[in-house]
């Protein structure tokens, strides 16, 4: 049986999750000997610079550097960020992200839906109006499809932390999710790269017959390396939220 997770109001070791409730901020952690400051300081986490509204640079500014920060540094940007605060910015930073995201992933699968018709089932071809139906649908369909996981991951997420005794509650989880979502950028690009450059050569006849082969492979490797990333991401979102104080 684990012990049940920690109040908002308590006071966690930034290091090791020992409650440091009580205890003088100029003393060490009991279990891990860190500085009690280094977990209580104001310095260490602040809004993530989407958040400041009272930084001089422009909004678009502040969103690009943002998602530099979460791509490029993930367990900076997730140690350094409050756990708690405005869900409303949080959530429009991952709509900007996930239409961005879903407009890239639903090109790439229409260039490759796209490949598939005029190669493959070449013999029973789709009407002509199908293609824009697609066109429009796969953008549409891909958008539902990754709120509707992120939904389901935030609940999960709560529900398994709750049962394990971990600090986190669903507001963090989904106010962390939120800013993930800025990973979805590079999985998007690399798609609609692949996807979209096969088609382009493939249409420009400049292809081998068995280049299918081989791009058909590429995808199914980039499909679990994507899966791969985006987990692995989302976990150290989670892992150096669950300590956190503020
Ligand atoms: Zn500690």
Redesign the pocket.
């Known amino acids: 049986m684990t012990s049940p997770a920690p109040q908002e109001t308590d006071i966690l070791?930034e290091?090791?999750?020992?409650m440091l409730n009580g205890l003088p901020p100029s003393g060490r952690?009991p279990?891990?000997?860190?500085e009690i400051d280094l977990s209580v300081s104001q310095r260490l986490r602040k809004p993530p610079l989407w958040e400041d509204i009272g930084d001089p640079r422009p909004k678009w500014l502040r969103f690009f550097l943002t998602t530099a920060q979460i791509i490029f540094r993930p367990t900076r940007f997730f140690r350094g960020s409050t756990s708690r605060g405005s869900i409303e910015l949080a959530q429009r930073f991952a709509h900007i992200h996930w239409l961005i995201s879903s407009l890239l992933l639903g090109i790439a699968a229409w260039a490759h839906w796209d490949w598939y018709e005029r190669d493959v089932n070449r013999f029973t071809p789709l009407p002509a109006w199908a293609r824009w139906v697609m066109f429009l649908a796969l953008p549409i369909g891909t958008y539902l499809a990754i709120t509707l996981t992120i939904r389901l991951a935030a609940r999960l997420t709560a529900w398994e932390a709750a049962y394990r005794g971990y600090r986190l509650p669903h507001g963090v989880v989904l106010r962390a999710l939120y800013y993930h979502a800025a990973h979805f950028l590079p999985v998007a690009l690399i798609a609609l790269i692949t996807c979209g450059g096969f088609n382009l050569l493939q249409r420009t006849g400049q292809l081998l017959f068995t280049a299918g082969t081989a791009y058909l492979y590429l995808l199914c490797g980039e499909v679990v390396v994507a899966a791969g990333y985006l987990f692995n991401t989302y976990w150290i979102g989670m892992r150096n939220l669950m300590y956190a104080n503020r």
């Open positions: 070791c290091n090791c999750g020992y952690c279990e891990c000997g860190d």
